[in-house]
């Protein structure tokens, strides 16, 4: 019913920036809370940053000062902005969105993940 594509991901320098971006498809009456989480190999997923519908921000102690969530409520795209990666940001990153249907049910719908690889 809803689809989460993410885009963004991939290779770079300790000390680098990525921008991921999440853009949402489908039966959408309204898109609620939107977010980024990460599972780094051997590690259980983790909320990076998540965002409301009114534009509150919360981050992971880790990554506060250096990512940005934000989000395009006409394009129904999150993004986060990474500045200063770190080698320990190295992760599959996934895109969540809680989001009320046309049909009026609330579901909880994740992308499939895009790769980010901090290293020299």
């Known amino acids: 019913q809803v689809q989460l594509v993410e885009s963004g991901g991939g290779l770079v320098q300790p000390g680098g920036s990525l921008r991921l971006s999440c853009a949402a498809s489908g039966s959408i009456f309204r898109i609620n809370n939107m977010g980024w989480y990460r599972q780094a190999p051997g590690k259980e997923r983790e909320l990076v940053a998540a965002?409301?519908?009114?534009?509150?921000?919360n981050y992971q102690d880790s990554v506060k000062g250096r990512f940005t969530i934000s989000r395009d409520n006409t394009k129904n795209t999150v993004y986060l902005q990474m500045n200063s990666l770190k080698p320990e940001d190295t992760a599959v990153y996934y895109c969540?969105?809680?989001?009320?249907?046309?049909?009026?049910?609330?579901?909880?719908?994740w992308g499939k993940g895009t790769l980010v690889t901090v290293s020299s």
């Open positions: 969540n969105a809680r989001v009320t249907t046309r049909s009026y049910y609330d579901i909880n719908s």
């Open positions: 965002i409301t519908s009114g534009g509150s921000t």
